[in-house]
């Protein structure tokens, strides 16, 4: 079955006064464990998509699917709690909270979801190591260089254990070896924790390490290529 389900989904910003067709009509499904990246030109609709099926805006028309729950339409309660539980973002607009070690921006939303003192901070401690920074929990993200917030970001996002990951533009800012880094960090989530990837770029370097690239022109689906890489090993 597949994880996220888009339907019929359509968005238009300012429908009254200078109408906006962000997204026209995208169906798409998503299979758990897809390493997907979701390419196009500035203003095809990339954030758009992912603020949808992220929840954290709401469609003109159809709806988005997720472990088989509507979440259009769903309460604004009720999709906080099914968003800190599910998704995973990594974000420019979910910043890091700048007066908050790295430490504590990544322990954050295990305290909200109430986790057991010592497991949150063994869970911390792992996450902030696979990522490289042990040796910077204290650290506040002015004191960290851009790429290495962004991996403060996906260690952030991992810590809830959800089951998927939008991350729109992950690499924007970043030089080709920290984007590198964080590509090879992400691909070992994907592998060792099963966890579902979806991330927007128009970074070529990025494109070519997706196993699925959906393209996008002018908000709706141009293009969508499954790579199947040969099995290494049998
Ligand atoms: N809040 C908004 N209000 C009005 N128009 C918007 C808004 N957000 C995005 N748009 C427009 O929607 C289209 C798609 O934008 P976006 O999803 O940000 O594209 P991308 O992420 O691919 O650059 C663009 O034409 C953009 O200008
Ligand atoms: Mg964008």
Redesign the pocket.
Known sequence: MAIITTHNLSKV??PETVP?H?LRDVNLEFEEGEFTTVR??????????LNMIGGLDTPSDGYVEVDGTRITGMKDRELIDFRLNHIGFVFQAYNLIPVFTAYENVSFIMLLQKWDKQKMKERAEELLTAVGLKGKFDSRPKQLSGGEQQRVAVARALASRPKFILA?EPTANLDTDSAMNLLDMMEKMNKEENVTFIF?THDQRVIDRARRVIT?VD?AIHKDEKKYPPLKGG
Do not use: I, Q
Not at 40 to 49: E, F, Q, V
């Open positions: 910003y300012n906006v962000a196009g030109p500035s203003g095809s609709g990339k954030t758009t998509l729109d927007s996008m908000g």
